[in-house]
């Protein structure tokens, strides 16, 4: 845990040195989460609609299941989409960094543009494969319990593993989606192995920038209950509770943005045998266990 902890500090420390430089690849992740709820908008309204008018015209539960799955899987595929095109942005600007060349807004999507049908072909594979575990997540719960989550969770991992390069794949190489999964899982046991330990690591720093809110938040609570009930109390809450989210909302933003410009310093590394001049290359390596 704590080697992982570690890694995961240098693996932010190098990334945030171009994040640093180049601030406004942050807006791709807040793109990406607006977009999403955009998308989220747009279908569920209509969704819910469609039951009750389904419900109406005395449909059967099954047609009103199999339009609303319809419905869930469409949004899995857009979200999806939406996701990894922006993603293809952030690490194209990441990767024309690391070239010397500074990035922009409109060369990430631009860039990323290029890449429309990979991306897209490779959105609906994921939204595919996304579904069915999710539906063998569930059969396996129900079947083994405890161990039928440990089983999804391998499976989910092996998955994850396989795919971790797919999107720098799409971008640099243009190749289609099935190639991507296959060059992206052949560069990672040629190089390092097959079990990522910086990405945990990353992970447990974002936790740790979460943590003091479990402080933060009851202090705040109890400072607005200090003051008694009416609008005082209300307005030290209400701005109690927004800045714990957008103090969230930024960890989550600034977290993605250097998980994605590390992970196309992994790709540069893996396919060139040398990493980019801000990261050591003896941290890249130790990001990946070996067999």
């Known amino acids: 845990m704590f080697e992982s902890l570690k890694r995961g500090w240098g693996m932010a420390g190098a990334s945030w040195s171009v994040l640093k430089a180049y601030p ?3 807006v791709f992740p807040v793109i990406s989460g607006v977009a999403l709820v955009g998308v989220s908008a747009v279908l569920i ?3 819910g609609v469609g039951a009750l008018v389904g419900a109406g015209m005395n449909l059967s539960d099954k047609a009103i299941e199999s339009i609303a799955f319809v419905a869930l899987f469409v949004w899995y595929f857009l979200c999806t989409f ?3 095109f922006c993603n293809a942005a952030l690490m194209s600007c990441a990767l024309q960094s690391f070239a010397g060349q500074p990035p922009t807004i409109g ?3 631009a860039a990323a543009g290029k890449r429309l049908p990979q991306i897209l072909g490779w959105s609906l594979i994921a939204a595919t494969v996304g579904v069915i575990m999710q539906a063998l997540q569930t059969v396996l719960t129900d079947k083994l319990g405890f161990f039928g989550d440990l089983l999804g969770a391998i499976v989910s991992g092996i998955w994850g593993v396989a795919t971790y390069l797919v999107v720098p794949v799409l971008v640099t190489e243009g190749v289609g989606p099935i190639t991507a999964v296959k060059r992206s899982s052949a560069v990672l046991r040629r190089t390092w192995g097959e079990s990522i330990a910086g990405s945990g690591g990353l992970g447990l720093i974002s936790i740790c920038f979460i943590l003091p809110l479990i402080v933060v938040i009851p202090l705040g609570v109890a400072l607005a209950g200090s003051v008694g009930g009416g609008a005082a109390h209300g307005a030290i809450l209400g701005t109690v509770i927004a800045l714990a989210a957008v103090y969230v909302l930024a960890v989550i933003v ?3 943005a250097l998980g994605s410009i590390f992970r196309a310093a992994v790709y540069l590394y ?3 045998g040398a990493a980019p001049s801000f990261v050591d ?3 890249v390596q130790s990001s990946f266990r070996s067999k």
């Open 281 to 283: 290359a003896n941290l």
């Open 45 to 47: 309204i209509p969704t």
């Open 24 to 26: 406004k690849l942050a």
């Open 82 to 84: 939406v996701v990894v």
């Open 270 to 272: 893996a396919t060139t």
């Open 254 to 256: 600034v977290f993605t």
């Open 107 to 109: 060369s990430g999507f």
